[in-house]
């Protein structure tokens, strides 16, 4: 004979994972745009417009270039429509230096993200 209260159990943890699984989809669906945007800036915390920012995808030996883009004003820029699950960016600008180049590892294919930190040049060496 079962027990009603593993019977109870058992409900609860199956509708528990099928919210979840439904929450996750609903994240999924809202952030997989593509998008990547940030921001450069120099040594001092100056936005630097005309930089160049190189978004790159990783093989096993490569970093093959998947698009560029250039900063404006504030230092701002934007990727849209990459379908990429871990990438690099790195910026640099003639006369204001390199940045190092960073990696970041999404969590899907496509999803957008926003940097927290800014793209520093001069930290990677002279352009």
């Known amino acids: 004979m079962r027990s009603p209260g593993l019977l109870k159990r058992f409900l609860i943890t199956l509708t528990a994972m099928a919210l979840v699984t439904a929450a996750w989809n609903v994240y999924v669906v809202l952030n997989d745009d593509g998008t990547i945007s940030g921001r450069v800036v120099d040594g001092a915390g100056n936005p630097v417009e005309g ?3 190189t978004l790159s995808e ?3 030996l490569v ?3 998947r698009g560029q883009t250039v900063t404006d004003a ?3 820029f934007a990727f849209t429509g990459h379908r990429l699950h871990r990438l690099y960016l790195e910026a640099s600008k003639e006369g204001a230096g390199r940045g190092s180049q960073r990696e970041y590892r999404l969590y899907f294919k496509g999803q957008n993200l926003e940097l927290e930190e800014p793209l520093q040049l001069g930290a990677g060496g002279a352009t």
Do not use: C, D, I
Request: glycine letters at 8%; proline letters at 8%; charged letters at 35%.
């Open 51 to 53: 930089a160049k920012v």
């Open 58 to 60: 990783r093989s096993l």
């Open 63 to 65: 970093a093959r270039p």
């Open 74 to 76: 504030e230092g701002q």
